[in-house]
């Protein structure tokens, strides 16, 4: 396959970025798109180019590093599939593709199609988590999780904190990811001592890092590589709601 | 060097009871004098960093991610064991024990493994307190299911994701002592050395991988927690970022490093499709409780397969060989890695493989769809199977999946006594970077096992011990000597790299040392084929250090420079892999030689010349690594042809 390559370059944070064009002429369809990346910064170093910055790490979708916005969609045209997962057998011969960084502000660019992701880290340090220290739990079995309950949750917990959900809104909101954990807890037993700090901890931390307000698209949802639902945005809008209600803890 | 493996007195079952006893302690309110260092932030780096800002002490976790959930154990999809016997299946703490030390083909300490098994139930508890969504009954109770090597169920899981879903717990934790103000976080941050002085562990030396710069940790004691190095092979199911560094450079610091040739290879991942290839996909082993392995009966059969004039489907009853199930009964396709590995290979060695390139064998799902049904069988592994999908295009609901045994784990690291110190003071390894628990064969679901438990159970109780001895003022600062030569011996050498302006990209390099390593070092070796890979791993070298090209700039981003640390250190490593699988006259779990195997082609130990753990002590550049000998004593298991017969 030939393939056309307009890909996001940008040499740091402070400078200004722009797309510049990249010919392939021999790419298989059987190659990942990464593959197709790395075919491309081979060539580019013999040539004694700067190859193309991008995140990856495991390269089979679970690790949530991979991060390009391909003509368009975050992770590129599959769905349910990071841009590690993505195949070329998904394009056409002689096809240009146009690859990006995520955009939002709360993601600024590191360098070409890297972008900085921390806001979620601190998302999660503001409530994600149980408070249990090491060594203090009962034995496993005496929290009794009805399978439908342990499989809703691990509906939720099945995020990858890739982004996509935040590249894909046009207010580059990250309801989704902060929904999805706080739904994880909200729904276990575990959870229960802390689910009103947590949602308005959580909700806190993410209004302070700049991510954008939800207006309920579902294109998140859509994009979302691991397809979480709609539904844990509802679940932590009444978690929120029922936290204004009932707390006094924090504040914002 | 004299290896002092501390192992306690005492009954098997006593001895971790005995030992938690006999450490001393850092009172509360002394804690917060003490700084530890945690580098990597999987399951191990992350218990371990959160267990012991929840004790009090001063943690700085360190990870090359950009964020600590992205770690490689995030990958591991089947499960993890504990002996909780909530089956009643006549599991127990020794069970797990045994089958654990069997499976490692008798080359791990026995004290050590009963530790683990011992620890293995309170992980369990743990995990479920932190909210991981563990697969459970109608009822509310956890699910098991049962995974190779073993005869009970006691593997516990969260779908096809239960790394992630541990590892996820372990961040939870991490993140929030990171709230609390006791761990301080350095993503992005790569160790390039340790600092030593005084003969024990005072620091690391780092760089930031955003802005290049190197920076000095100091700290009472450094845990590395840096998982396995596969990636030596270029292609594994290892994440593409999965590095020796942390570990060799330690090792060249006075750290001697455990059965560096001890790898294992995974018999189902996806197989190789083409030279561009990045890297090899695991199916999990749990795919192995329902999935038939097979191969055709007859070359001609797989000749046509492979030339695409007959499909996996056309193939009757009779014409096939379902080769584990007809090898060994007992265990059938639930045999050890290792064991279904090495059939695979031998049915592709014989020309009935599958696939275009003759190198795969099937992994046939069609009598667990007719027994249970697509809904149930599409309920355990829907993920494995969409995810197999996405990457060949075929549908293995409707067609066996083809697989190829990967590089997937290293029971190799850096040596440690019983309390997970390294050879190095102050020193500690954790996980899979460590050697301890798996001999020369880890079997499934053990791993997040292992890093857990050192993380969570073992590490907090033994770094008091060595806190208490020293002494919160044995430490120094980031400016002293100790600090500042190291910092100028790591730019020193990422000038050099930057410097080499050859023609060759690094990962051309990197690529062709896995070749070496996978033809001569993989999953059968032989003393020929070793002594010509050492000579090529030398020629590589030189090619390395006189030919690799690396654009930008070191004071930035700069992934090339990153891959060429990393690669210039497996490359050494590689050398110490062949010189240990050539010491090792014997065949054992990963580790099989061609010339020591049993008339079926099974693995032939030398327990009498070969029980021990070959422990290589760095000698200086240039100069043969020192074999060190820490002999193994069985005292509870009689050593025996491990058979799955």
Redesign the interface.
């Known amino acids: 396959m030939k393939i056309t390559l307009k890909v996001w370059r940008q040499k740091n944070t402070n400078t200004e970025g722009k797309l510049v064009d990249y010919q392939l002429d021999n790419v298989s369809e059987d190659m990942s798109f990464l593959e197709m990346f790395d075919v491309l910064n081979d060539s580019l170093t013999r040539k004694g180019e700067d190859p193309v910055t991008f995140d990856h790490d495991c390269r089979e979708g679970i690790c949530g590093t991979c991060s390009m916005y391909i003509n368009g969609r975050p992770h590129g045209p599959q769905t349910g599939a990071t841009t590690c997962q993505l195949h070329m057998r998904s394009f056409n011969d002689g096809d240009t593709i146009v690859v990006e960084p995520w955009r939002a502000r709360a993601f600024p660019v590191i360098k070409d199609l890297m972008v900085d992701r921390l806001a979620f880290d601190r998302i999660i340090q503001a409530g994600g988590y149980v408070s249990v220290n090491t060594g203090s739990a009962p034995d496993a079995n005496e929290i009794l999780i009805p399978r439908s309950i342990a499989d809703e949750a691990m509906d939720a917990a099945a995020c990858i904190g890739c982004g996509a959900c935040v590249a894909a809104c046009k207010n580059a909101s990250a309801m989704l990811f902060v929904s999805a954990k706080v739904s994880q807890l909200a729904i276990l037993p575990q959870g229960q001592a802390e689910h009103r700090e947590r949602a308005e901890r959580m909700v806190a931390q993410m209004d302070a890092e700049g991510f954008g307000a939800c207006s309920f698209t579902g294109a998140c949802s859509v994009e979302c590589p691991k397809s979480i639902s709609l539904d844990h945005i509802a679940r932590m809008n009444r978690e929120y709601l029922g936290a204004k209600l009932a707390s006094d803890n924090v504040q914002g | 060097m004299k290896l002092e493996s501390k192992i306690p007195e005492g009954p098997l079952a006593e001895k971790w009871a005995r030992q938690k006893f006999a450490l001393k302690l850092v009172n509360p309110a002394n804690k917060r004098k003490y700084d530890v260092i945690v580098v990597g932030t999987g399951l191990a780096g992350a ?1 371990a960093a ?2 012991l800002a ?1 004790l009090g002490y001063n943690v700085k976790a360190f990870c090359y ?6 770690a ?1 154990s ?2 591991a999809q089947g499960g993890i064991n504990a002996a ?1 016997n ?1 089956q009643n299946d006549g599991d127990s703490v020794f069970r797990l024990f045994y089958d654990t030390i069997k499976g490692g083909d008798y080359r791990a300490r026995e004290g050590n493994v009963h530790r683990l098994a011992e620890v293995s139930v ?1 992980i ?8 991981v ?10 699910a098991n299911r049962s995974f190779g090597g073993a005869q009970v169920s006691r593997t516990f899981y ?2 096809g ?1 239960t ?3 541990l590892l ?1 717990g372990a ?3 991490l ?2 002592q ?2 609390n103000g006791k761990v301080k ?1 350095y ?1 992005r941050t790569e160790m390039l050395d340790l600092v030593v002085e005084g003969g024990k562990a005072r620091g690391i030396v780092t760089r930031n991988l ?1 802005t290049g710069k190197i920076e000095s940790h100091s700290a009472h004691a450094v845990l590395l927690c840096t998982g396995g190095y596969g990636n030596v092979f270029y292609l594994s ?1 290892n ?3 999965c590095n020796v560094t942390a570990a060799w450079r330690a090792h060249k610091k006075g750290a001697v490093f455990g059965n560096p040739c001890f790898t294992q290879i995974h018999p189902t991942c996806i197989p190789v ?2 030279h ?4 090899l ?2 199916m999990s082993e749990s795919l192995r409780n329902d999935g038939r392995v097979w191969a055709p009966k007859s070359k001609e059969d797989a000749q046509k397969i492979q030339k695409g004039q007959l499909k996996a489907t056309d193939l009757a009853e009779d014409a096939r060989d379902y080769f584990l199930e007809r090898r060994y009964p007992a265990f059938g396709n639930l045999v050890p890695r290792d064991v279904a590995s090495r059939n695979a290979k031998n049915m592709c060695d014989e020309g009935r493989g599958v696939s275009k390139t003759g190198l795969a064998v099937y992994l046939d799902f069609a009598d667990a769809i007719k027994r249970d049904g697509q809904k149930v069988i599409e309920a355990k592994y829907g993920n494995l199977f ?2 197999y999908e ?2 060949t ?1 075929e549908n293995p609901y409707e067609t066996p999946m083809m697989i190829y045994p990967a590089v997937h784990y290293t029971m190799g690291g850096l040596w440690v006594d019983y309390n997970l110190m390294t050879t190095v003071p102050g020193l500690y390894a954790l996980g899979e970077a460590n050697f301890s628990d798996h001999g020369a064969n880890r079997l499934g679901a053990s791993a997040l096992m292992q890093g857990l438990a050192d993380g ?2 073992v590490i ?1 109780y033994t770094v008091g011990d060595y806190l208490a001895t020293i002494g919160p003022a044995d430490k120094i600062p980031v400016d002293s000597p100790a600090f500042k030569e190291t910092e100028q011996k790591v730019q020193a050498q990422i000038n050099r790299m930057m410097s080499i302006k050859g ?1 060759r ?1 690094v ?2 390099l990197h690529k062709e040392l896995g070749h070496i390593m996978w033809e001569y070092c993989g999953m059968a070796r032989n003393a020929e084929g070793l002594q010509l890979a050492k000579q090529k791993i030398q020629a590589l070298k030189k090619e390395f250090w006189s030919n690799a ?4 700039d070191a004071e ?2 700069n ?2 420079l990153e891959q060429a640390g990393r690669v210039a250190d497996f490359i050494e490593l590689g050398e110490l892999m062949v010189d240990d699988a050539l010491n090792r006259n014997e065949s054992c779990g990963g580790h099989f030689r061609e010339e020591y195997q049993t008339p079926d082609g099974e693995a032939l130990r030398d327990d009498e010349h070969y029980a021990y753990v070959a422990a290589w002590e760095y000698q200086g550049e240039g100069n043969p690594e020192l074999l060190n000998k820490e002999m193994l004593e069985f005292e509870n298991v009689k050593l025996t042809q491990r058979s799955y017969k």
């Open positions: 218990s959160a267990s929840e991610q950009d964020s600590p959930r992205r490689h995030i990958a909780k909530y309170n369990i508890d743990q995990c479920v307190a932190q909210g969504p563990f697969a459970r009954e109608y009822g509310g109770t956890l969260a779908r994701q790394g992630q879903q996820l961040y939870s934790a993140s929030r990171v709230a976080l993503t955003i199911t994440a593409m970022g499709s083409g561009y290839q990045s890297k996909t695991l969409e995810m996405k990457i295009g969570y159970f907090p023609t990209p990962d051309d090209k690396i654009m930008g930035e981003m992934q090339a």
